[in-house]
């Protein structure tokens, strides 16, 4: 593939944590274990954005910053529909930004549930509606959303978190159905228990607690979904769609 048909990747939370893991393992050139793609970082300040891209780039990777609250709608498919204009193709969206607004059931205020499922469940809905068009001309797309574990066993405190993911998984599933004659695949990724900034209050108990669930022994690391991501968005996994793909160590084995 020459440089202007490199294959582009459209990353939603990809500023820290497992976005900018996945958005890294991407662009990183092939040669250096990398997908080669164009990646267009997407997270509500350019900042953080911009420094990503210079450590890519720095690597002789490929990437662009957009600026974009996934939880508005509007921008969000006017950033998606951006991209493709301007590079004239869009072959990978992975919706990755997530929020967490934790609270009992019975505390849960109509905000916290209404946030939760704006920016983890309508954004991607949204991001795949703008895309899917390109995606289906090219006769090439490749849909990624990135759920939890939460969404497929449930989890005490999170009843708007586990509703928005396990929503993906729905999702996910139809979109398969309707795109996967068009060459277009849509799979989840649902994340165990990852070490990043959205885990880093847990205290260190709870900690030991989830890893004593795994059967790994250990917390994840963003590169293990990075790892899963890179083969459910590669040209190479053409059969393989409307799947959940587990990445928790084997804490749930479903
Ligand atoms: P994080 O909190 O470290 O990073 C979230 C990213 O999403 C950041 O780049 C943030 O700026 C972006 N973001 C949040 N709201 C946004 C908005 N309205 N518009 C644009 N960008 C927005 O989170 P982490 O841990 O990297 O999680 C990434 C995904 O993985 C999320 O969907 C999360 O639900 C999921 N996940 C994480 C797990 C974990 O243990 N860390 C476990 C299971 C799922």
Redesign the pocket.
Known sequence: MTETAMRVAFV?????????AISTRLAMPVEKGGGGRHVVL???SAGPLEDLRSSIEAEGGSASVCA????DRAALAAAVEGVVKERGRLDILVN?????RDNLMLRMSDAEWDEVIG??LT?AFVAIRASARAMMKQRFGRIVN?????GIVGNAGQAN?AAA?AGLVGLTKTIARELGSKGVTANVV??????????SNLPPSVKEQVSSMTATSRL?K?ED?AAAVAYASSDDAGFLTGQVICVDGGMTMC
């Open positions: 939603t939370g990809a500023s820290r944590g497992i976005g900018r997407v997270s509500r974009c609250d996934v939880g990755n930004a997530g929020i967490t920016v983890n954004s990135i759920a939890s574990t939460s978190y993911k649902a994340p165990g228990f990852i070490e990043t900034d959205m885990t994840g963003p979904i």
